[in-house]
Nanobody
Framework: QVQFVESGGGLVQPGGSLRLSCVVS????????MGWYRQGPGKEREGVVI???????SYTSSVKGRFIVSRDNAKNTVTLQMNDLKPEDTAVYYC????????WGPGTQVTVSS
């Protein structure tokens, strides 16, 4: 069963940047699409980005132009570079396959506040 461990979150001021990482246990080569998801305070979990390859990536409109996703199958990692962060980006961030399967990891908390 594929499992996920996210890291890299923290407290950052508006306009700042963070780089999240997700280590995937299991065979990443067999996973056609990965996603980053987030759950803000009092909100439902939502998809942030779906990533198949550099030519086939879909960002939710609120992060388009600010977030960049990449994956390294050899290192079993998926990375989310987040730039120009806004208070509304505050959430716990998770990675999983797309569509989701397997248990959710612990997530990593991102707090954007001055």
């Amino acid at each position: 069963q594929v499992q996920f461990v996210e890291s890299g979150g923290g407290l950052v001021q508006p306009g700042g940047s963070l780089r999240l990482s997700c280590v995937v246990s299991g065979d990443m080569w067999s996973i056609p699409a990965m996603g980053w998801y987030r759950q803000g305070p009092g909100k439902e979990r939502e998809g942030v980005v779906i990533f198949r390859n550099t030519e086939d990536t879909s960002y939710t409109s609120s992060v388009k132009g600010r977030f960049i996703v990449s994956r390294d199958n050899a290192k079993n990692t998926v990375t989310l570079q987040m730039n120009d962060l806004k208070p509304e980006d505050t959430a716990v961030y998770y990675c999983n396959t797309y569509p989701t399967k397997g248990p959710w990891g612990p997530g990593t908390q991102v707090t954007v506040s001055s």
